[in-house]
């Protein structure tokens, strides 16, 4: 196990522990959640659609309570002090949260006095914002006039204006172009370092958490399956993925004896010019199994090794793929809606 990033001994910015949601209806929508959030880092909370995410984020931004369990958040206990909570965070929900009739700074000055806000304190703030999402240029437009990724550079930006010490955001690039998304990841990766936030992001994007969060909770049926760091998780798997194009068909007998003094290898498959195989270290088995090819006399066209995914990952633990998952989410969606 590798250290914490935020060292020992320092409370973490987010702990829920063994948060349990059943909604009316039956639907047990947290079963036990658990997971913790080091200060100062970009967390991802990674799941299929209906795993529980947007509850959980209901949960720590004191929206809703939970049938039973506890969390802390920013140091202070949602339950018990849901006040000093709700000043200590900011919240960007799924659905945008401005005023489309107002202009994004009118947005900004609304909520900044809400929080009791004003004068040049304001000002100087909303200035540094506009200026750091990029939206100074439109920002005496009205909000209803503004692109998809400007809508959601505007929620953030809102949720943003009473210097939070930790930032939720629920689902931030779902429904944005990819083009878009790229942006957004920038934008959030900037401004976990410019503002020095802890944010906690929701995403059914396997590519998202794996770019965004240092660490990340696995959800799945209100239930965290794993967490770690994208690389720690990816580590546990046995091994990468070897993929070798020969240059002709060859005996299946060739190739394993040439393979057999390479310990490494493992499930080799020969499918006509197409051997697949799994080693522990990819770059570093790779050249070792070149050669033992080589001095066989088999020629090999291409090369490539694949790391394991986050997808392999959920499938190791939740014990289906994710896009299956999704699916069946959907469907007991489809059937709650029917009853
Ligand atoms: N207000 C609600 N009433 C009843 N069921 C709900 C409500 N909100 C969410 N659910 C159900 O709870 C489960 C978890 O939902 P949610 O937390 O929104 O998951 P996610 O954000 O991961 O998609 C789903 O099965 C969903 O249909
Ligand atoms: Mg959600």
Redesign the pocket.
């Known amino acids: 196990m590798q250290s914490p990033p935020d060292g020992a001994g320092a409370p973490p910015a987010i702990e829920a522990t063994d948060l349990v949601k059943t909604?009316?209806?039956g639907?047990r929508?947290l079963d036990g959640l658990s997971f913790r959030v080091p200060a100062g880092t970009i967390f991802g909370l990674l799941?299929p659609?209906?795993?529980?995410?947007?509850?959980?984020v209901k949960v720590l931004t004191t929206l809703t309570r939970p049938d039973s369990g506890s969390a802390r958040v920013a140091g202070r206990d949602v339950l018990r002090e849901p006040a000093a909570v709700r000043r200590r965070i900011g919240a960007v929900a799924q659905k945008a949260g401005f005023d489309r009739e107002l202009t994004g700074r009118e947005n900004l000055e609304l909520q900044g006095q809400v929080y009791g806000l004003r004068g040049r304190e304001l000002s100087g703030r909303i200035d540094e914002l506009l200026e750091r999402l990029r939206l100074a240029d439109a920002a005496d437009r009205l909000a209803r006039t503004y692109s998809g990724g400007m809508q959601r550079r505007l929620d953030i930006a809102i949720g943003l204006v009473h210097r939070p010490e930790v930032l939720f955001l629920d689902e931030p690039t779902t429904g944005l172009d990819p083009e878009v998304r790229a942006e957004m990841w920038e934008e959030i990766t900037r401004l976990q370092r410019d503002e020095g936030i802890t944010i906690l992001l929701?995403t059914h994007y396997l590519e998202e958490a794996d770019e965004l969060a240092s660490s990340l909770a696995i959800?799945d049926r209100g239930r965290v399956v794993a967490a770690g760091s994208p690389e720690q998780l990816k580590g546990e798997l046995e091994g990468d993925a070897l993929h070798l194009e020969l240059e002709q068909p060859l005996d299946d007998g060739i190739v394993r004896r040439a393979l057999e003094r390479v310990g490494a290898v493992r499930e080799l498959a020969l499918d006509g010019r197409h051997l697949r195989a799994r080693v522990d270290d990819g770059a570093r088995a790779l050249p070792t199994v070149l050669a033992a090819l080589g001095e066989s006399g088999v020629a090999v066209a291409s090369v490539t090794v694949s790391r394991p995914s986050l997808d392999d990952v959920y499938l190791r633990y939740a014990g289906r793929e994710f896009a299956k998952a999704e699916a069946e989410?959907d469907q007991?969606?489809a059937e709650?809606v029917r009853r």
């Open positions: 909604y009316p209806g639907v929508a799941g659609n209906g795993a529980g995410k947007s509850t959980a929701t959800v989410a007991r969606t709650e």
